[in-house]
T-cell receptor, first 109, second 113 residues
Framework: GQNIDQPTEMTATEGAIVQINCTYQTSGFNGLFWYQQHAGEAPTFLSYNVLDGLEEKGRFSSFLSRSKGYSYLLLKELQMKDSASYLCAVRDSNYQLIWGAGTKLIIKP | IAGITQAPTSQILAAGRRMTLRCTQDMRHNAMYWYRQDLGLGLRLIHYSNTAGTTGKGEVPDGYSVSRANTDDFPLTLASAVPSQTSVYFC????????????FGAGTRLSVL
């Protein structure tokens, strides 16, 4: 079966760094996405990885290891507005997205 | 730029009633999707359409139907609603099929009693 695992919830302090992990087992792999979803709102695209390594975009970075079926999203200089759920999604061999349940990130002052 | 518009924003529906959730996009995207999101579960694909005139079944299609008469509109119909269809429904679109970045509507919160 297809499976994507993320921690259910994480807590971090404003100004700090947090790493949100995602492990996956899917039928084929054609890229991994991270989305941000604020409570009561729609998911919005954050990053995309298809090759191994780190992709940096401002305060957010995403890492991929295809051999380990592993990715992480790194958020630096945390701000209160970063409180949200972070969704990991893998594009499978049929080019459909398989979604994890999301990680709720709580930022404390 | 509107992006993707969903209607209604929320709805309370009696079990057994028929309901159509509307979705319209103005980005001229080829592909469109319907997901449901339930607490503790990831987004689950109900139906998708890679281009106007074609549709496909996702992970949880039972009890739902869709049509794609043109590029912009992708309505989702519940023929006879049941309480297990209580959920938040998101419509999304992408320029190409499946793997492109997907853009989401604001969602429809549906309660079936």
């Amino acid at each position: 079966g297809q499976n994507i695992d993320q921690p259910t919830e994480m807590t971090a302090t404003e100004g700090a760094i947090v790493q949100i992990n995602c492990t996956y087992q899917t039928s084929g792999f054609n890229g991994l996405f991270w989305y941000q979803q604020h409570a009561g709102e729609a998911p919005t695209f954050l990053s995309y990885n298809v090759l191994d390594g780190l992709e940096e975009k401002g305060r957010f970075s995403s890492f991929l290891s295809r051999s380990k079926g592993y990715s992480y999203l790194l958020l630096k200089e945390l701000q209160m507005k970063d409180s949200a759920s972070y969704l990991c999604a893998v594009r499978d061999s049929n080019y459909q997205l398989i979604w994890g349940a999301g990680t709720k990130l709580i930022i404390k002052p | 730029i509107a992006g993707i518009t969903q209607a209604p924003t929320s709805q309370i529906l009696a079990a057994g009633r028929r309901m159509t959730l509307r979705c319209t996009q103005d980005m001229r995207h080829n592909a469109m999707y319907w997901y449901r999101q339930d607490l503790g579960l990831g987004l689950r694909l109900i139906h998708y359409s890679n281009t106007a005139g074609t549709t496909g079944k996702g992970e949880v299609p039972d009890g739902y139907s869709v049509s794609r008469a043109n590029t912009d509109d992708f309505p989702l119909t519940l023929a006879s609603a049941v309480p297990s269809q209580t959920s938040v429904y998101f419509c999304a679109s992408s320029a190409g099929q499946g793997g492109d970045i997907q853009y989401f509507g604001a969602g429809t919160r549906l309660s079936v009693l």
